[in-house]
């Protein structure tokens, strides 16, 4: 039997209180290497606008990290068989249950990202853009771990599975680039492939 109701929001705020920690650790990691980066010339602005530019790069490791986290917090009770069929046996649709923990996913990553580039705004001065460049980049960062660590975990069917398919999609980049530049590269005349 269906819900006449819709419970999207107070799944929606289950989810934002309830994993609370995770993203509030997330932030207080964010704003210690944000800290880190501003803290060296406090007068020089451009210098703070390269060092948060810079710094894209590096956090998106973090978020290579984070996001698997979340969506395995997010999305436990399918890797529990008694705890996924009493859910999914109460009338609850499943596209609020599944578009609630998505969205709060994303909310995982939009809010501590802004109070991260708000902090840095005071830092910057007229080259504010470059915060609003590393918001959209973070997210960006995010929305694309997350989205593959959520297909990771519908593929799969437990905690092990979801980690190794995480791996393999997001390593088969690297490896196609290790084996086109260790077997192909010496076969073609001339042809460089590089990284950069």
């Keep these: 039997m269906k ?3 819709s419970s999207f929001k107070t799944i929606f705020f289950k989810d934002i209180t309830r ?10 990691g964010g704003l210690l290497i944000m800290g ?8 020089d602005s451009q ?16 978020n290579l990290l984070y996001a698997p986290v979340c969506v395995q917090m997010l999305f436990g009770d399918l890797f529990n068989s008694r705890l996924c ?6 009338p609850l649709r499943r596209r609020d249950w599944f578009f ?14 802004t109070l991260i580039a708000a902090s840095a705004l005071p830092f910057l001065g007229s080259n504010w853009p470059v915060a609003l460049c590393w918001l959209v980049g973070m997210t960006l960062h995010y929305l694309f771990f997350f989205g593959v660590a959520v297909f990771s975990t519908m593929c799969a ?6 980690a190794a398919v995480y791996a393999v999609i997001n390593g088969g980049a690297y490896l196609a680039y290790t084996f086109a530049s260790t077997v192909y590269e010496p076969l073609l005349y001339g042809v460089n492939i590089s990284d950069g």
Excluded: D
Excluded at 37 to 43: A, E, G, K, T
Excluded at 47 to 62: D, F, P, Q, V
Excluded at 157 to 162: A, H, I, K
């Design 3 to 5: 819900s006449k109701t």
């Design 19 to 28: 994993f609370a920690p995770v993203w509030v650790l997330y932030l207080i």
């Design 36 to 43: 880190s980066v501003m803290v060296n010339n406090l007068s």
């Design 47 to 62: 210098y703070h606008a390269r060092g948060l530019a810079e710094s894209i790069g590096g956090l998106s490791i973090l």
């Design 85 to 90: 069929n009493a859910l999914h046996a109460m």
């Design 100 to 113: 609630s923990h998505c969205l709060v996913g994303l909310y995982f990553s939009l809010i501590p990202n």
């Design 157 to 162: 069917g437990n905690r092990l599975g979801m």
